[in-house]
């Protein structure tokens, strides 16, 4: 079974920087594209950045330029870099990917359980 776990969550001040990683395990073959997506307080879940394995990386408007995500394929971890970090950044981030296992031989879509980001004075 593929599991993805986030970590490195926090209250920071506005203007501050937090970097959040996620690491995939399990009977892993592949792992194909890999995103982050968060859900701020009453609203809906959005695609916050993504990366292929060329990495190729796609950003929504309200971070480009603040967040960076990268990949490091050798340890299965997706990182995203955020600065100038905002109190609208606020929000519980997802890590999700697509990946294809050594038992089942095509590519499902895992998300990891979530974790805190508190952008507040």
């Known amino acids: 079974q593929v599991q993805l776990v986030e970590s490195g969550g926090g209250l920071v001040q506005p203007g501050g920087s937090l970097r959040l990683s996620c690491v995939a395990s399990g009977l892993i073959f592949s792992i194909y594209e890999m995103r982050w997506y968060r859900q701020g307080p009453g609203k809906q879940r959005e695609l916050v950045a993504s990366?292929?394995?060329?990495?190729?990386?796609n950003y929504a408007n309200s971070v480009k330029g603040r967040f960076t995500i990268s990949r490091e394929n050798a340890k299965n971890t997706v990182y995203l870099q955020m600065n100038s970090l905002k109190p609208e950044d606020t929000a519980v981030y997802y890590c999700?990917?697509?990946?294809?296992?050594?038992?089942?031989?095509?590519?499902?879509?895992?998300w990891g359980q979530g974790i805190l980001v508190t952008v507040s004075e």
């Open positions: 999700n990917a697509d990946v294809e296992g050594f038992e089942v031989r095509s590519a499902f879509e895992y």
């Open positions: 990366i292929g394995t060329g990495a190729n990386t």
